[in-house]
């Protein structure tokens, strides 16, 4: 059978063998124990994922982390993003699982950004090439830590946001007070002091603080506290990760 797969591939497009192993994979994990937001997927129960394996944290048929289904039940729940209304999204270093999601929707004016080249656009966040005020809704998550000025990244995103448009800024919360010291530059030093090899500073909750002084105000949503136990771990979902709602500052 290892024979047939070459030929599969020059046979079947890609999104029709991404659909068939979708199908495939939602009817080897088909169960009433978990559901995946993201897909409508129902499990058994969701599979280990992460640098250190943490149980039940992917989506076996959309590829979905727990971070990834927080936020889209959060969008779908606590903002206006899915009204109806035209608006022009920024997606920074999109996750398949959202993109398509973000892409159904034909008021949704999206534009998704990288420095690398599986994006629309390649974006340094440091220097954005839009003017102000150009962005009703911009979404990055898990990004920041990658970043050695972010600080500069969150002045541009409030540049390009518009007034009455709002940023959700997601980082990895790991310790009390975030930690970073740019003359750590070897990959095993940051792994050891940061937790991955690619990562310049650990955040902690003081993160807020420097949102608000890059010029939003922040709101630190505990969204994912209102579900009860079996809720959260039907959804897959993480008991203690916030969501840094920002809006820019009223001049």
């Not at 009703?136 to 920041?144: A, F, G, K, M, T």
Request: charged share 30%; glycine share 4%.
């Amino acid at each position: 059978m290892q024979f047939l797969r070459p030929v599969a591939k020059r046979i079947i497009a890609y999104d029709r063998r991404q659909q068939i192993h979708r199908v495939a994979e939602l009817l080897r994990h088909f169960g009433l124990a978990r559901y995946c937001p993201c897909c409508k997927a129902h499990l058994r129960r969701f599979i280990p994922s992460g640098l250190v394996p943490r149980l039940e944290a992917k989506c076996p048929v959309c590829g979905s982390l727990e971070r990834h289904r927080l936020i889209w039940l959060y969008l779908n729940r606590r903002t206006d993003l899915f009204n109806g209304q035209q608006k022009r999204i920024l997606h920074v270093a999109p996750e398949p699982q959202l993109v398509r999601l973000f892409q159904k929707r034909d008021y949704i004016d999206y534009l998704s950004a990288d420095l690398s080249a599986h994006a629309m656009v390649k974006m340094d966040i440091t220097e954005i090439q839009y003017p102000d005020n150009t962005f009703d809704v911009i979404y990055c998550s898990h990004v920041l830590e990658h970043v050695q000025d972010d600080r500069k990244a969150m002045v541009e995103f409030c540049r390009v946001l518009k007034p009455v448009g709002w940023a959700i800024l997601q980082v990895p919360i790991t310790v009390d007070t975030t930690f970073e010291d740019p003359t750590v530059i070897s990959s095993q030093e940051r792994e050891q002091l940061f937790g991955q090899e690619d990562h310049v500073r650990r955040y902690g909750p003081d993160y807020k603080d420097r949102l608000m002084e890059a010029g939003f105000t922040v709101t630190v949503d505990g969204f994912v506290r209102g579900f009860d136990d079996r809720t959260a771990s039907r959804f897959g979902l993480m008991r203690n990760e916030d969501v840094y709602f920002c809006r820019k500052k009223a001049k």
